[in-house]
């Protein structure tokens, strides 16, 4: 009995490791092995024809990106951006979700609506916002105008500070169904008990979101502010087709710099290796994070 209880474990452990092959296969060839050899890249000289580069030249194209302006520029470019995407992409989200619980009619319609921006792919994405904000045929500028908040059109991707508000907007509104998304799973899972208690004690709308739902949804929210970090950091495809990291790279990112110092400027070693840095700036800020929201709650 016991040889045949044992002899069924080994066929169900066989069955579940045939059954995550494929799983485990896929993140062996797109991740671990690309990322092995962006490392190697790194250490070595490496041009065109040459995958594993031609000689061996250590600590030399860390130095040389690090010594780069423009990196360092970079860096401070996608703190700005990472932070004011995270804080908008979450509050909108957090209100939208709440929004969205209160209401009876219409709500899969509103929830399918609110969703269509994170549907949207990157590339149409940018170029809808491209032709809103352009100076002189742009919908926003024509509003602006008729408002009376300009007396002229304004330069959206002329202008640096402007420029980083358009690239901040755009990322914003394609990301914040997300947040919508997750918290408002999160909002279902608190009990309507809490609600219902709520509302015999005589508590207004404002308090209700700042003691029952924000406390339900904390644990969520600190996964999202991750996630949404995470995706602002490798942000590249709708900054590009937005501003190309213009004006005068005002708004070029770290995902952006490697990308124009490998596929512009054919620096392939020093992009691995920007691509390094960048990670490790990731994680550190990822491990800061956790470790802060953690304590908060």
């Not at 957090?94 to 792919?121: E, G, H, T």
Request: contains cysteine; glycine residues 6%.
């Amino acid at each position: 009995m016991v040889t045949r209880k044992r002899s069924s474990l080994k066929q169900d452990e066989m069955v579940a490791r045939l059954v995550s092959l494929p799983a485990v296969l896929t993140v062996v060839l797109l991740v671990a092995i690309p990322f092995a050899i962006i490392v190697i890249q790194s250490f070595r000289e490496v041009g065109f024809g040459t995958l594993l580069g031609t000689g061996f030249v250590g600590l030399t194209n860390y130095v040389q990106t690090i010594a780069n302006p423009f990196f360092r520029r970079s860096i401070a470019i996608t703190l700005v951006f990472s932070v004011c995407t995270v804080a908008f992409t979450y509050v909108i989200g957090f209100y939208s979700a709440v929004f969205l619980n209160d209401q009876q009619r219409f709500k899969k319609l509103i929830f399918a609506l609110c969703l269509l921006p994170w549907a949207m792919p990157l590339v149409p994405t940018g170029l809808i916002w491209r032709w809103m904000l352009h100076r002189n045929y742009g919908v926003l500028n024509w509003l602006v105008f008729q408002v009376g908040l300009s007396s002229g059109m304004l330069d959206w991707f002329g202008d640096r500070t402007l420029a980083m508000i358009s690239i901040i907007a755009s990322t914003v509104w394609r990301q914040y169904p997300i947040g919508l998304l997750m918290i408002y799973a999160a909002i279902q899972t608190i009990p309507q008990d809490y609600f219902d208690v709520g509302r015999v004690a005589g508590v207004n709308k404002r308090q209700e979101i700042r003691h029952i739902i924000f406390p339900g949804v904390l644990s969520v929210s600190s996964m999202l502010v991750i996630v949404q970090l995470l995706d602002s950091f490798r942000a590249v495809t709708t900054i590009f087709v937005l501003t190309g990291g213009g004006p005068l790279r005002a708004t070029e990112t770290l995902a952006l710099y490697t990308f124009i110092e490998a596929f512009e400027f054919y620096n392939f070693d020093r992009a691995a290796a920007a691509g390094v840095l960048t990670l490790f700036i990731i994680m550190s800020i990822v491990v800061g994070a956790r470790r802060l929201l953690r304590r908060t709650i």
